[in-house]
């Protein structure tokens, strides 16, 4: 009986394999099922660093477009004197556009045009640093100024005006205060020394890249979830943008970078190694005539900026700053020109209001290259 039923059982296991077997076997591609079944969902990619367009504009000027928009940053709100009149910014540095005599003032820059701490603590993303600083002392104007620089190279050197303080506010993008100065020097040599940290300084960098991280990373939401910048009209006699050049290097840089953490912390770092690489002290005073010869005062204690207007203004200090322009007359060739702070100054003195001025060593022709020695 029992063999019987075992002969039943291993039947009915093969004749249920046979009708499991496939007579024909189907590709699984060519299965369909009856009911409908929705596609799966798609994403679109993050952004990236948007690269510059072949051809940026159909009226661009006769310098590239980075030197253009920095040309018009100078000569906004007279920030450099003597733009177009003594000197102009070429393809290879400054030239001279008239003819000079030795003693000269070829061009003087304003004390609002060099970027101190003071520029920082005023920045939009960098507003918290305030506060810090009145805890932490003079030396944190390091930290500060190191901010800013990584601020601007994050947000892609433009501002974003929001109506409110949430990085995803929608807003309205401009180009920022010092973009075109400070962006030279993220492209310049200086950046193989920021490669490298005093190790005596190391951990005080470490402290401030603590300090400047969480303000990048808004710094760099806001800016990435903003609009992609607009393409400016063509300048006309009548309708003159005052940064049309700076809003046209915008829109050539194309929509705002996205970074990681990973990003942002060497972004911060670098900035600190450009900072102690490229901040310099007030130059030594130089006579307006002669101009070969500094003055006995020796130098100013400290960079003097006024700030607000009217009965309101004030005058604030800092030790250390970034000088746009002057590394344009630091070129090879034979000097022709001296750097540095008009005399002391006094009441109606020429050089109120002014930092650092270039004086002509000796006679110089229109179109020649200024080249200065090193003040510093």
């Given at each position: 009986?029992?063999?019987?039923?075992?002969?039943?059982?291993?039947?009915?296991?093969?004749?249920?394999a046979?009708?499991?077997?496939?007579?024909?076997?189907?590709?699984?591609?060519?299965v369909t099922?009856d009911r409908?079944?929705?596609?799966?969902?798609?994403?679109?990619?993050?952004?990236?660093?948007?690269?510059?367009?072949?051809?940026?504009?159909?009226?661009v000027?006769?310098?590239?477009?980075?030197r253009a928009?920095l040309?018009?940053?100078?000569?906004?709100?007279?920030?450099?004197?003597?733009?177009?009149?003594?000197?102009?910014?070429?393809?290879?540095?400054?030239?001279?556009?008239?003819?000079?005599?030795?003693?000269?003032?070829?061009f003087?820059?304003?004390t609002?045009?060099?970027?101190?701490?003071?520029a920082a603590y005023?920045d939009?993303?960098?507003?918290?640093?305030?506060?810090?600083?009145q805890?932490?002392?003079?030396g944190?104007?390091?930290?500060a100024?190191?901010?800013?620089?990584?601020?601007?190279?994050?947000?892609?050197y433009?501002?974003?005006?929001?109506?409110?303080?949430?990085?995803?506010?929608?807003?309205?993008?401009?180009?920022?205060?010092?973009?075109?100065?400070?962006?030279?020097?993220w492209a310049s040599?200086q950046?193989?020394?920021?490669a490298?940290?005093?190790?005596?300084?190391a951990?005080?960098?470490d402290?401030?890249?603590?300090i400047?991280?969480p303000?990048?990373?808004?710094?760099?939401?806001?800016s990435?979830?903003?609009?992609k910048?607009?393409?400016?009209?063509?300048r006309?006699?009548?309708?003159?943008t005052?940064?049309?050049?700076?809003?046209?290097?915008?829109?050539?840089?194309?929509a705002?970078?996205?970074?990681?953490?990973?990003?942002?912390?060497?972004?911060?770092r670098?900035s600190?190694?450009?900072?102690?690489?490229?901040?310099?002290?007030?130059p030594g005073?130089?006579?307006?005539?002669?101009?070969?010869?500094l003055?006995?005062?020796?130098?100013?204690?400290?960079?003097?900026?006024?700030?607000?207007e009217?009965?309101e203004?004030?005058?604030v200090?800092?030790?250390l700053?970034l000088?746009p322009?002057?590394?344009?007359?630091?070129?090879?060739?034979a000097?022709n020109?001296v750097?540095?702070?008009?005399?002391?100054?006094?009441?109606?003195?020429?050089?109120?209001?002014?930092?650092?001025?270039?004086v002509a060593?000796?006679?110089?022709?229109?179109g020649?290259?200024?080249v200065?020695?090193?003040?510093?």
């Open positions: 009986m029992s063999k019987l039923v075992l002969a039943i059982t291993f039947a009915g296991a093969a004749t249920s046979a009708a499991l077997k496939p007579v024909d076997r189907l590709d699984a591609a060519s099922l409908p079944v929705a596609p799966l969902p798609t994403f679109a990619p993050l952004p990236v660093v948007a690269d510059a367009p072949e051809k940026a504009l159909e009226d000027p006769d310098l590239p477009l980075r928009a040309r018009e940053w100078a000569a906004e709100n007279n920030r450099v004197e003597g733009l177009g009149e003594k000197i102009d910014i070429d393809v290879d540095g400054i030239i001279a556009a008239a003819p000079a005599k030795k003693g000269d003032i070829l003087a820059m304003s609002e045009s060099v970027v101190t701490a003071h005023n939009p993303d960098l507003l918290s640093l305030r506060p810090i600083a805890k932490a002392g003079p944190f104007g390091v930290v100024v190191a901010a800013l620089l990584a601020a601007e190279e994050v947000r892609g433009r501002r974003r005006l929001v109506s409110s303080c949430a990085p995803e506010a929608p807003g309205t993008v401009e180009p920022s205060e010092w973009g075109p100065a400070l962006r030279p020097l040599d950046l193989d020394a920021a490298f940290i005093d190790p005596d300084v951990p005080i960098v402290q401030g890249c603590a400047v991280l303000l990048l990373e808004a710094a760099a939401r806001r990435w979830s903003g609009p910048p607009e393409r400016p009209a063509a006309t006699v009548f309708e003159r005052p940064d049309h050049w700076r809003r046209a290097e915008l829109y050539a840089d194309g705002a970078p996205s970074w990681s953490r990973g990003d942002l912390e060497r972004v911060a670098r600190f190694g450009l900072v102690l690489a490229a901040q310099k002290p007030p005073y130089v006579k307006d005539a002669g101009a070969n010869v003055t006995d005062e020796g130098a100013p204690s400290a960079w003097l900026q006024r700030v607000g009217g009965e203004q004030t005058v200090s800092e030790p700053a000088v322009l002057v590394g344009e007359l630091m070129g090879p060739g000097a020109s750097l540095g702070a008009p005399p002391p100054q006094k009441a109606g003195n020429r050089g109120e209001g002014v930092c650092i001025w270039c060593s000796r006679d110089i022709e229109a020649e290259r200024l200065a020695a090193d003040p510093w």
